[in-house]
T-cell receptor, first 110, second 114 residues
Framework: DAKTTQPTSMDCAEGRAANLPCNHS???????VYWYRQIHSQGPQYIIH???NNETNEMASLIITEDRKSSTLILPHATLRDTAVYYC???????????FGTGTSLTVIP | GAGVSQTPSNKVTEKGKYVELRCDPI?????LYWYRQSLGQGPEFLIY????????DSGLPNDRFFAVRPEGSVSTLKIQRTERGDSAVYLC????????????FGPGTRLTVL
């Protein structure tokens, strides 16, 4: 599975959009981009995934660049409960385990 | 409905002892995963079950670690001759057969080896 690069930490003001970047320049054509988050002392939680089209669900939006070498997870209106570590993972959709990196620690500030 | 549950939530043991960690997946989920998370790191894959069989155990660090899932539901992770380096949070996740995209994680078991 391709490697991803994320900033170590980010801050976001409550109510504003949180934009979390991820670089995956070695992504293969059959690899998807997944996002999970982990709130302190809890297990990771699935957020969203996509191949090449932008995706949106009730939690977030995923924007993937046309060359698929990077993506951005957008939390449209961040709340204090969105404070967590966010993991960007690249994997084939028939894969099994996820290889988590160290993620981005997002702090939403009141 | 009930999510993935793990017991115990905390386990303190002495170096050299044997421990068992239990995972109850979501009912009907055929895939079950074990991960280990050290402080400040992301979860690290250990083993994956599809039904009763271990489909991929490539993440187990050595032969002191073993996991079973005899009836295709509950799984037990077993660690023999524990070492201080085994201290971590052990996470279990499960997925339904129709989608491996979303893994549902339990709260984890915090293992401390003194």
């Amino acid at each position: 599975d391709a490697k991803t690069t994320q900033p170590t930490s980010m801050d976001c003001a409550e109510g504003r959009a949180a934009n979390l970047p991820c670089n995956h320049s070695t992504i293969s054509g059959n690899e998807y981009v997944y996002w999970y988050r982990q709130i302190h002392s809890q297990g990771p939680q699935y957020i969203i995934h996509g191949l090449k089209n932008n995706e949106t669900n009730e939690m977030a939006s995923l924007i993937i660049t046309e060359d698929r070498k990077s993506s951005t997870l957008i939390l449209p209106h961040a709340t204090l409960r969105d404070t967590a570590v966010y993991y960007c993972i690249v994997r084939v959709d028939t894969g099994n385990q996820f290889y988590f990196g160290t993620g981005t620690s997002l702090t939403v500030i009141p | 409905g009930a999510g993935v549950s793990q017991t115990p939530s905390n386990k303190v043991t002495e170096k050299g002892k044997y421990v068992e960690l239990r995972c109850d997946p979501i009912s009907g989920h055929t895939a079950l995963y074990w991960y280990r998370q050290s402080l400040g790191q992301g979860p690290e894959f250990l083993i994956y079950f599809q039904g009763t069989g271990a489909a991929d155990d490539s993440g187990l660090p050595n032969d002191r670690f073993f996991a079973v899932r005899p009836e295709g539901s509950v799984s037990t992770l077993k660690i023999q001759r524990t070492e201080r380096g085994d201290s971590a949070v052990y996470l279990c996740a499960s997925s339904p057969a129709y989608s491996y995209n979303e893994q549902f994680f339990g709260p984890g078991t915090r293992l401390t080896v003194l």
